[in-house]
T-cell receptor
Framework: EAGVAQSPRYKIIEKRQSVAFWCNPISGHATLYWYQQILGQGPKLLIQFQNNGVVDDSQLPKDRFSAERLKGVDSTLKIQPAKLEDSAVYLC??????????????FGPGTRLTVT | AQRVTQPEKLLSVFKGAPVELKCNYSYSGSPELFWYVQYSRQRLQLLLRHISRESIKGFTADLNKGETSFHLKKPFAQEEDSAMYYCALSGRYGGATNKLIFGTGTLLAVQP
């Protein structure tokens, strides 16, 4: 099966600009996650969707970050306006809660964001 | 607070030597523990989970609830084991499920 797809792979923007990331999960996976991984740290969950509903967004900085998953498939994560501390790799993952193990998350290649 | 601690940023061993990557956790409840691995230029992927009690690529990990540890072990390291290893904890947080909390990772370097 095709893996989780993300685009773009790299993005460089200036602070106060906006940026959007796209994720296409594995076909049929109902659960989608966005993680932020700052250099030297482990991934940190930003938001979790179950189909097109938000399950957990407790660590999403809602004043600048937003995410949506229309139709319960693809998802976009947006940052507006970006700050220097947003420089990180943004990982998308998906899991199949109903048929497979709910705990095995499949990760995309990530988007490396640099804010200058 | 739920937390995963990996005390070593880097572990360097020689090929054929035993490996132990340390992981300690704090969690009030029954946790699910995992090891994820990221090889150079590859995606983060699941290596093993404690509920499966399996050995993957020669690696094993035993959940010790008394010591709140989930150390990853391999008796004889291979050069292809060189990678970044993340310990992760899952549990129910305020009704959400499957949320993973990751440690900071340990880079395993196996020298020839």
């Amino acid at each position: 099966e095709a893996g989780v797809a993300q685009s773009p792979r790299y993005k460089i923007i200036e602070k106060r600009q906006s940026v959007a990331f796209w994720c296409n999960p594995i076909s049929g996976h109902a659960t989608l996650y966005w993680y932020q991984q700052i250099l030297g740290q482990g991934p940190k969950l930003l938001i979790q969707f179950q189909n097109n509903g938000v399950v957990d967004d407790s660590q999403l900085p809602k004043d600048r970050f937003s995410a949506e998953r229309l139709k319960g498939v693809d998802s976009t994560l947006k940052i507006q306006p970006a700050k220097l501390e947003d420089s990180a790799v943004y990982l998308c993952a998906s899991s199949d809660y109903l048929r497979g193990s709910p705990y095995e998350q499949y990760f995309g290649p990530g988007t490396r964001l640099t804010v200058t | 607070a739920q937390r995963v601690t990996q005390p070593e940023k880097l572990l360097s061993v020689f090929k054929g030597a035993p490996v132990e990557l340390k992981c300690n956790y704090s969690y009030s409840g029954s946790p699910e523990l995992f090891w994820y691995v990221q090889y150079s230029r590859q995606r983060l992927q699941l290596l093993l989970r404690h509920i499966s009690r399996e050995s993957i690529k020669g690696f094993t990990a035993d959940l010790n609830k008394g010591e709140t540890s989930f150390h990853l072990k391999k008796p004889f390291a291979q050069e292809e084991d060189s990678a970044m290893y993340y310990c992760a904890l899952s549990g129910r947080y305020g009704g959400a499920t499957n949320k993973l909390i990751f440690g900071t990772g340990t880079l395993l370097a196996v020298q020839p």
